[in-house]
Every structure is written in structure tokens, then in C-alpha cells.
T-cell receptor
Framework: QKEVEQDPGPLSVPEGAIVSLNCTYSNSAFQYFMWYRQYSRKGPELLMYTYSSGNKEDGRFTAQVDKSSKYISLFIRDSQPSDSATYLCAMPSSRYSSASKIIFGSGTRLSIRP | EAQVTQNPRYLITVTGKKLTVTCSQNMNHEYMSWYRQDPGLGLRQIYYSMNVEATDKGDVPEGYKVSRKEKRNFPLILESPSPNQTSLYFC????????????FGQGTRLTVV
């Protein structure tokens, strides 16, 4: 079983829709949860991160963590064509992130139709 | 501008011909790493370095070498490339203690024929 599982998609939704992207993980020790966005032919960029359980909002983006279910989500409201990208969830393998590696999900490819 | 620079961006080579992909960062980061990205497999760590002269294997190190003689540079070396090393490669760097954000280079698309 992979430590981090993510549905690869592709996911195609109309402009303005609410998008839900999800990951599950197996290691209950994970405490930091990150979402990276990767545009075509580019390297991933950090979009949001959260610590422990709960919600974090940044503009149209909301990251949600449910540690009891080992499940994290990224919601995109009022989706725009510019949101079309691959979204990767990621978690440092230990609390002391400078000494740990980051484990990435395989990424979900999202396409927003104008 | 803070950045991670990889070169070359695209490379086609033949089996067995040694090659080096360079990586340089200008953020004075201690932690650098190399990943390969393949469809359905996501980003897999090849090697990482926690500081100068400190390197260690990641999840898929076979067929690769690295060195870290200077803090800013972290080259990836393929001594004898094979077709199964055809992939998209990313270099990334991170700052100090408790910094979770990784900065990625633009990627190197390698094809081994």
C-alpha cells in the first residue's frame, strides 16, 4: 500500500464549479499536509499547507484535514480555466521537516472548461 | 529572484553515454533533492542532501549518482543511462528547520534511446 494515495483523474469540470480534490494516507504520524500545483511543463509550486486537523482558507482555496480518517481535501471555489493543472498532495515523513523527505501523491490532473 | 535552475531542460541521449544534469539554487538552502516524475507513479525521490558533503539515497537511487561540493549546486549524474531512466526530472531545495516548502526547478525531460 502506498503511503499517500491520490486519484489521478483526469477531472474535467465547467468554469465556476466547486472542485474537490482528495488524498488518503496511511501513516498516522503525518502532521503537515501540503498541496502543490503543477502547470504543464513546469515544476510543482506550493499552493497551501495546513498543520494537524481542521480547515484553512486562502482566497478561493480551502484545505481540509481529517486526521481521524487520514483524509485530506482541497476545495476550489468559482473554478477558473487558469486553475487547470495537476494538483499533488504532499506530507513530510516526520515532524522535523528539515530531516525528513516529502512524500507526494501521484497527482490529480484537473481541467476547467470555459 | 529566488529560484532553482536546472540544465538542460531537454536531453536526448543514447544508452551508456554518461550525462550530468546540473541544479543550482540561490536561496542558501541546506536541503536539496532530486525527483523523477513518471505517469501514474508521481514524484519519487532519487537522492537528497542535507548539506555540503552530506548525501543519501532516496526511494529510487539505482543508476544515479550525486555530489554536493558546494551549498548551491547539486548535480545528478547518470554514469551509464538506460531506457528505463527516460523520465522527467526535478531538482528541489528547502530551507532550514521546520521549513516544509520545497522550491522546484523547471524540470529536465530526459529521453534515453
Amino acid at each position: 500500500q502506498k503511503e499517500v494515495e491520490q486519484d489521478p483523474g483526469p477531472l474535467s469540470v465547467p468554469e465556476g464549479a466547486i472542485v474537490s480534490l482528495n488524498c488518503t494516507y496511511s501513516n498516522s504520524a503525518f502532521q503537515y499536509f501540503m498541496w502543490y500545483r503543477q502547470y504543464s511543463r513546469k515544476g510543482p509550486e506550493l499552493l497551501m499547507y495546513t498543520y494537524s486537523s481542521g480547515n484553512k482558507e486562502d482566497g478561493r482555496f480551502t484545505a481540509q484535514v481529517d486526521k481521524s480518517s487520514k483524509y485530506i481535501s482541497l476545495f476550489i471555489r468559482d473554478s477558473q480555466p487558469s486553475d487547470s493543472a495537476t494538483y499533488l498532495c504532499a506530507m513530510p515523513s516526520s515532524r522535523y521537516s528539515s530531516a525528513s523527505k516529502i512524500i507526494f501523491g501521484s497527482g490529480t490532473r484537473l481541467s476547467i472548461r470555459p | 529572484e529566488a529560484q532553482v535552475t536546472q540544465n538542460p531542460r531537454y536531453l536526448i541521449t543514447v544508452t551508456g553515454k554518461k550525462l550530468t544534469v546540473t541544479c543550482s539554487q540561490n536561496m542558501n538552502h541546506e536541503y536539496m533533492s532530486w525527483y523523477r516524475q513518471d505517469p501514474g507513479l508521481g514524484l519519487r525521490q532519487i537522492y537528497y542532501s542535507m548539506n555540503v558533503e552530506a548525501t543519501d539515497k532516496g526511494d529510487v537511487p539505482e543508476g544515479y549518482k550525486v555530489s554536493r561540493k558546494e551549498k548551491r549546486n547539486f548535480p545528478l549524474i547518470l554514469e551509464s543511462p538506460s531506457p528505463n531512466q527516460t523520465s522527467l526530472y526535478f531538482c528541489a531545495s528547502r530551507g532550514g528547520y521546520s521549513n516544509t516548502e520545497a522550491f522546484f526547478g523547471q524540470g529536465t525531460r530526459l529521453t534515453v534511446v
